[in-house]
C-alpha cells in the first residue's frame, strides 16, 4: 500500500531534518507518496503568511503529515505558527513518548513513558487582558463583584478554561492509546486540590472515562509530587495524563530524563488528522549546517509508522535508531560525550548510518 503523507519540510535546519528523515523512512521499504508543502518563515513574501492555506488543506485531505520545525517570524499576527496550525486543524492531543536508549547520554536509564498533553483549553487558551486595559478594568470589576476576594486593579488576568468535552477527549485518548500500544496504566495529573472547579474537573472526568477502560488501571497525582516522582522513580510510570499548561512542562522535564530535545519525538493528532514533528524548535543559527541531530524527526516518522499500521516497519526503524545510539559513532555532536568531539557526523550521515543498518537487517 502507498501511504499519502502531507510533507512540510519546515524552515531552519527543517528541510535538513526532513530530508534524512524522508530517506530513513524510505529505507524501511514502505512506499510513500509525499503531498510537499512549503510553510513558514520561508514562504512569507510569497503567501504573505507562514501558513497558507493550501498547507491545511492538504492535511486535512491526506490526514497524516509529517513537519519539520517553524519558526515564528516576529510580527506576524501569530502567537506561534505552531500553535495555529494545532487550533486550525483540531490537533487536540500532543503525544510525546520519552523512552530512554541504550548509549544515550542521561543520568536515568530504563525510562520509558508517554506524555499525552491537551492542547487547546487551560491558561494556554490564549484569554488574556493586558495590565492597564480597559478590557481588564472590565473583567477586574465583574469578577470583583461576583465573590468577596479583591483582585488588585493593576492586574492582568489569564483566563483558565477547562471543559467537560475538552477533558472527555483527552482522557478517552490517552486511555485508547494504552489499550492500543499495551499500555498498563493512566496517571492524571493536576492541581486539583488548589484549583477543584478545573483541575479538579479534570480529575472528575478522567475518573469517569477510566472506568470505560477496566483492564487499564488509573491513578492520580498532583503536579507538584508528580514532578518529584519524575526526578527520583520515572520508571514507576506508565501513561500521564495532562491538562496544557502542565503537559508542557512535564514534558520537557520528562525529554530531559531520556536525553533532551535531540532525541524528543512527538505527534499533535485530532480525530481526523494526525501531525509528527519533533519536540525541538527551528534552531536557526544552525541551518544549512548540516549539523544538528535529525533523530528526534526520525523517531517522530516511527510514530506516524505505527499510526499508518505500519508497525513491522516502525519496529524495524527503531531497532536501527536504537543500533546507531548504541554505537555510539554515527552521532551528531549532541549526542558525544565532549560536544567539540572531532568524530561527530553531519545530520545526512546519521540518514546513511540508519539506512545502513535498515538495510543490514533485511
Ligand atoms: P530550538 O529548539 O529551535 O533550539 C534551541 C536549541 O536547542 C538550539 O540552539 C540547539 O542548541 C538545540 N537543538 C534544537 N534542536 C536540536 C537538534 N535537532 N539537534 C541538536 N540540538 C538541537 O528552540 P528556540 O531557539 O526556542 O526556537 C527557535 C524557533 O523555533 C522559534 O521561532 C520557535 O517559535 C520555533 N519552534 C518551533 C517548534 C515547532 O515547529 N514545533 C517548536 C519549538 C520552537
Redesign the pocket.
Known sequence: MVHRVTFIP?D???PE?SEATRRVLEGTGVQFDWDVQEA??DVIDRYGTPLPEPVLESVRSNGVAI???????IGTGFR???VALRKQLDLYACLRPCKWYKGVRSRYQDVDLVIVRENHEDLYAGIEFEQGSAAAKQVIEFLNGLQDRRIREDSGISIKPISVTGTRRIARFAFDYARAYGRKKVTAVSKANIMKHTDGLFYAVSREVAMEYPEIEYDEYLVDNMCMQLVQKPENFDVLLLPNLYGDILSDLAAGLVG???VAP?ANLGDQVAVF??????????KGQN???????MFSGMLMLRHLNEGGAADRLERALAAVIGEGRSV???MKPNRDDPTAVG?SQVADAVIAKLEAAA
Open positions: 519546515g531552519g535546519v527543517g531534518l513558514g518563515a513537519k519539520g520545525p517553524l519558526t515564528t517570524p506561534s505558527v505552531n533532551g530535545l535531540g512527538g514533528e519533533a519536540t525541538h524548535g527551528s534552531a536557526p543559527k544552525y549539523k544538528v541531530n535529525p533523530m528526534a524527526m551528531t555532536y549532541d545530520t
